[in-house]
């Protein structure tokens, strides 16, 4: 029994508008052929798939087709997109012939020229096994369902948590799917409900938050016997491409009328929680800090509109202005900036050398103006650790050179590239401790939730300008499907004909 393994992984802000190239699928880990396995092999999905994979009655033999993960940032460009289309397809072809596909997507990724690459290389995926070989996908639940995932896939499967702590669990559960697929004979039918509706992430979590008993009722369907796989997503909002909004997904052993039925009353649910979870407490970049210096410590400040998790570029000021304006700040505070000038000038420096410059707004100026840091050089480094909690499981993280410089009260660290807003193992990573601040800000709209919410004395939510803001009213759509709630007001799913228009239909 050969399965063949790949991963394509990227979160598009549509908004960033700086474009994503080959450098920087290079700089987060590209794998093909066997290295797919032998590097990757126990990270987030990949690991479920090969830990599954080794319950199977069948001897498998896992065949790697290629890995390319990135960090979330803007659109990729025409080039690196034609390259990896032509990098799957003649790794799908030297593989031979395979019983069953295994990929890692994202679902809300687009290329230039592409608004749908998640789609686009299901599509070519089943260009090339056929249509008797079976492919299962797995998505993050914040993917943009499209119809043209759900007719290249058998079987697509979602994540159940935000913040996001089961990507192995997901690839476990995409594997059993494709079992019972192979040595089960099993011929899915598939069904999928298209809302147009987007809610802010900070209201996405599945733990604890408004959404949570959708969640359930997803994880009580797949112990059905009957289900393969059972998806709410949520949808990434920053994703300006046709057919955004919420899609809730099902994929059953046979087609049953019933499950239109239980597809329309999660429909329902969903509609009916869309005010709910639209309210939420944010402050202004000079609220927050002035709150956050009242309560105690620790306090992180989620910074949302900035939140590299999101594809924004982490260069914004807003809230790095405040900390050095509101000194003092009891037990201090820390922040990071997305610089590689500060980064290469603090490096030219070296330890103890005296920082002087304007820093941020490097790659987004239309948002926030560069602010003077006067500190000091305290370390230097290359910012590479292994992420464990949301947003990543044993995933190698790599944001290139670093610098950490010391303003009064305020510790900036500096890294050339994106990467990991939502866990303080990046501070950790460059010796600052998050657990005994003043302030910690994670660029971060929700996520940062798992990784800091067991120590920290307080969360705040700020308000401020970014590619990545919830006020959706300040970034201009012009390619999604309208009407689409909250953006324009509607009262029904049914007053936007495009999503009936445009929805997966039912298949077997």
């Known amino acids: 029994m050969r399965i063949a393994v790949g991963q394509l992984w990227q979160e598009t802000n549509t908004f960033n508008r700086n474009a994503t190239n080959l450098n920087a699928f290079r700089d987060w880990g590209i794998a093909q052929g066997a290295e797919v396995l032998t590097r990757y092999g126990n990270t987030g999905e990949i690991g479920g798939f090969v830990d599954e994979c080794r319950t199977w009655n069948s001897a498998i033999e896992l065949v790697g087709l290629a890995r390319m993960a990135c ?4 659109a990729v460009d025409a080039e690196t997109w034609k390259w990896i289309c032509e990098t799957f397809v003649s790794s799908l072809k030297s593989a031979g012939k395979v019983d069953g596909v295994l990929l890692a997507l994202h679902g809300a990724m687009c290329a230039d020229g592409e608004p749908d690459v998640t ?21 993050d639940l914040h993917a943009n369902l499209t ?27 995409g594997v059993r799917s494709l079992r019972r697929i192979i040595e089960g004979g099993v011929h899915p039918a598939k069904y999928a409900r298209k809302l147009p509706m987007m809610t802010p992430a900070e209201s996405h979590n599945t733990f604890t938050g408004t959404p949570a008993p959708l969640y359930r009722k997803l994880e009580a369907l797949e112990r059905d016997p009957r289900v393969l796989s059972a998806g709410l997503y949520m949808v990434m909002p920053w994703f300006d491409c046709p057919e955004l909004g919420w899609t809730i ?34 402050l202004l970049p000079d609220e927050a800090v002035a709150k ?11 910074d949302g509109a900035d939140a590299t998790n999101s594809g924004a570029p982490g260069d914004s000021t807003g809230l790095l202005r405040e900390l050095l304006k509101q000194q003092p700040i009891p037990f201090g505070a820390m922040t990071f900036v997305v610089d590689p000038e500060a980064v290469t000038a603090a490096h030219n420096l070296g330890v103890g050398g005296a920082f002087d410059m304007h820093v941020g707004a490097s790659f987004s100026p239309e948002f926030s103006d560069p602010v003077r840091v006067r500190g000091t050089v305290e370390k230097l480094l290359r910012v590479v650790f292994i992420l464990n909690g949301h947003g ?14 010391k303003s009064g009260d305020v510790s900036v660290l500096f890294t050339e590239r994106s990467g990991v807003g939502s866990s303080p193992l990046l501070y950790e990573t460059a010796g600052l401790k998050p657990r005994e601040c003043g302030i910690v800000i994670a660029k971060s709209p929700a996520g940062f939730r798992a990784d800091y919410e067991p120590f920290c004395k307080a969360v705040i939510l700020s308000d401020g300008p970014g590619c990545a803001t919830p006020n959706w009213h300040r970034l201009k759509f012009e390619h999604i499907n309208q009407p689409l709630w909250p953006l324009q007001e509607i009262n029904s799913p049914e007053e936007a004909e495009w999503c009936a228009d445009s929805e997966p239909r039912r298949s077997e």
């Not at 960090?71 to 803007?74: H, I, K, L």
């Not at 990543?392 to 410089?405: F, L, S, T």
């Open 292 to 302: 956050a210096k009242s309560i105690g410590h620790p306090v992180v400040i989620g």
């Open 392 to 405: 990543g499981k044993e995933m190698p993280i790599n944001m290139g050179r670093g610098a950490v410089v």
């Open 147 to 173: 119809r043209q995932m759900m007719e290249s896939a058998d079987v697509l499967v979602g994540y159940h948590t935000s913040p996001h702590l089961d990507h192995f669990e997901t690839g476990q559960r």
């Open 249 to 282: 997904t099902l994929h059953t052993t046979a087609a049953d009328s019933h499950w239109d039925d239980v597809v329309q009353e999660l429909a329902d649910d969903c509609w009916n929680l869309r005010h709910a979870m639209c309210q939420i407490d944010r």
């Open 71 to 74: 960090w979330p940032w803007g």
């Open 119 to 139: 789609g686009r290389l299901l599509e070519l995926t089943r260009e090339v096994v056929g249509p008797k070989v079976p492919i299962v996908g797995t998505l």
